[in-house]
C-alpha cells in the first residue's frame, strides 16, 4: 500500500517524537510548516524551531508564516498535494480553507484524554486538578477549539511524583505510535471516529507566570499539584524580603497553623489546610539545591509570615 502524502505542522519538543516516527516509517512528509524562529538566549539570536530543525536535518521544505489566514498561503498549502495534515502543538488556527485542503483532513495529536482538557494547557491542568490520568487522543480537526471527532485514545496515570516536564516527554512519545496506529487504521477503513460527548468538557487556560504564585490559604495538597504542574515553567514561587523563591519539589506535613507562617527550622509553611515543606527551592539568581543546602546559606527563621498574594 503506498503511503499517503504527508503534511506535518509543529513548534516544540512534544511535536518532535511524531515527526521523527512518520520520517522511520517511510511516510513522504511533502512539507512542514511550523512557527517563525524567535530570539532566545542571552544573546536573543533568532532560533529555529526543534521542528524547523528536524525538517532542515532531512532537507524537508519548511514553511514559516505567521498566519495562514491569506488566500497566497492557503493556495501554497494546497499546491502541496497532501492526503493528511498531522498537526501538534502548531500553535498557529487553521482556517476552515486550510482543514479542508488535504484529502482527508487534518489530524490532531492532542494531550489529554479529550473532551477533558480542550485548549492550550492540558498537561499542567491535568496535574494541578488531580486528575488520576490523561494521555493523548487522535483527532479529527474542524474550526472549533479541539472539538472535533476523536479516532484514537490512550491513556497513562499521573501518579504522585508526575511533574509537567516528565508527563509532557510521556505523552509526546506516547502520540507518536498513535498517529502511525490511526494513519494505518484509517487507510483500511478500520476505524471510525467519534463525536466528542457533551458532558465532561473543561477548558485548559494558558498558564501565565503570575499563576505560580503560591498561595498559603490554599490547602497544602493543592500547592504541591501546583509545584509538580508549573515545573519547569513558569514554577511554583513566593516571595520574602523582596527576593522570589522557586520551590521545584516539596512534600506534605500534616501540621497546622496560620496560613503563611514557617512552623520549624525546616522551612514547614502553614497552609489554608495542613503544611507545605518545601525539598528544592531556587533563590532568585541563583542555582537550585536542596533544602539541606538551601537552610545552610539562607534563613528563613521560625515564626517568619510569609507574604500571600495581593488580592486583584
Same mark, same amino acid.
Given at each position: 500500500?503506498?503511503?499517503?502524502r504527508i503534511?506535518?505542522?509543529?513548534?516544540?519538543?512534544f511535536?518532535?517524537p511524531?515527526l521523527?516516527? &512518520?520520517?522511520?516509517?517511510g511516510?513522504?512528509?511533502v512539507?512542514?510548516?511550523?512557527?517563525?524562529?524567535?530570539?532566545a538566549?542571552?544573546?536573543?539570536?533568532l532560533?529555529?524551531?526543534?521542528?524547523h530543525? %528536524?525538517? +532542515?536535518?532531512?532537507n @524537508?521544505s519548511?514553511?514559516?508564516p505567521? #498566519? &495562514?489566514k491569506s488566500?497566497e498561503?492557503?493556495?501554497?498549502?494546497?499546491?502541496?498535494?497532501?492526503?493528511f495534515?498531522?498537526v501538534a502543538a502548531?500553535? @498557529?488556527?487553521?482556517?476552515?480553507?486550510?482543514?479542508?485542503?488535504p !484529502?482527508?483532513?487534518?489530524?490532531?495529536?492532542h494531550a489529554? %484524554? &479529550?473532551?477533558?482538557?480542550?485548549?492550550?494547557?492540558?498537561?499542567q491542568r491535568a496535574i494541578?486538578?488531580?486528575d488520576?490520568?490523561t494521555?493523548?487522543t487522535?483527532?479529527?480537526?474542524?474550526e472549533?477549539?479541539?472539538?472535533?471527532?476523536m479516532?484514537?485514545k490512550?491513556?497513562?496515570?499521573?501518579t504522585?511524583e508526575?511533574?509537567? !516536564?516528565?508527563l509532557?516527554?510521556?505523552?509526546?512519545?506516547?502520540?507518536?505510535?498513535?498517529?502511525?496506529k490511526?494513519?494505518?487504521?484509517?487507510?483500511?477503513?478500520?476505524?471510525? !471516529?467519534?463525536?466528542?460527548p457533551?458532558e465532561?468538557?473543561t477548558?485548559?487556560a494558558?498558564?501565565?507566570?503570575q499563576?505560580g504564585? %503560591?498561595?498559603w490559604t490554599?490547602?497544602?495538597?493543592?500547592?504541591?499539584?501546583?509545584?509538580r504542574?508549573?515545573?519547569?515553567?513558569?514554577?511554583?514561587?513566593?516571595?520574602w524580603?523582596?527576593? #522570589?523563591?522557586?520551590v521545584?519539589a516539596a512534600?506534605?506535613?500534616?501540621l497546622?497553623g496560620?496560613p /503563611?507562617q514557617?512552623l520549624d +527550622?525546616?522551612?514547614?509553611i502553614a497552609?489554608?489546610?495542613?503544611?507545605l515543606?518545601?525539598q528544592?527551592?531556587?533563590?532568585q539568581g541563583?542555582?537550585a539545591c536542596?533544602?539541606?543546602?538551601?537552610l545552610? /546559606?539562607?534563613?528563613i527563621p521560625y515564626? #517568619?509570615?510569609?507574604?500571600?498574594?495581593?488580592k486583584?
Open positions: 500500500m503506498m503511503k499517503p503534511i506535518f505542522m509543529g513548534t516544540p519538543e511535536a518532535v511524531a521523527q516516527a &512518520l520520517l522511520d516509517n511516510y513522504a512528509v512539507g512542514i510548516y511550523t512557527q517563525p524562529p524567535r530570539p538566549g542571552r544573546g536573543y539570536h532560533q529555529k524551531s526543534p521542528i530543525q %528536524l525538517g +532542515d536535518h532531512y @524537508i519548511v514553511f514559516t505567521k #498566519t &495562514l488566500e498561503e492557503q493556495s501554497h498549502f494546497r499546491a502541496l498535494n497532501a492526503d495534515a498531522i502548531y500553535g @498557529i488556527i487553521l482556517p476552515q480553507a486550510i482543514l479542508d485542503a !484529502s482527508f483532513g487534518c489530524l490532531n495529536i489529554s %484524554l &479529550l473532551p477533558r482538557w480542550r485548549g492550550a494547557a492540558p498537561i494541578l486538578e488531580g488520576q490520568e494521555g493523548i487522535i483527532m479529527q480537526m474542524d472549533g477549539l479541539d472539538t472535533g471527532a479516532l484514537l490512550e491513556s497513562v496515570a499521573i504522585a508526575t511533574t509537567a !516536564s516528565t509532557h516527554d510521556q505523552l509526546a512519545h506516547l502520540g507518536a505510535p498513535l498517529v502511525l490511526t494513519l494505518e487504521a484509517l487507510q483500511t477503513s478500520k476505524i471510525q !471516529s467519534q463525536p466528542q457533551n465532561g468538557i477548558y485548559a494558558k498558564i501565565t507566570k499563576e504564585q %503560591l498561595d490554599q490547602e497544602a495538597k493543592r500547592l504541591e499539584r501546583q509545584v504542574a508549573f515545573t519547569p515553567w513558569p514554577a511554583a514561587w513566593f516571595n524580603q523582596n527576593e #522570589t523563591y522557586k521545584l512534600d506534605v506535613l500534616s497546622t496560620e /503563611g514557617v +527550622d525546616q522551612l514547614t497552609c489554608g489546610k495542613q503544611a515543606r518545601p528544592i527551592l531556587q533563590k541563583k542555582k536542596s533544602l539541606k543546602d538551601f545552610n /546559606g539562607n534563613e515564626g #517568619t509570615k510569609l507574604p500571600l498574594p495581593k486583584s
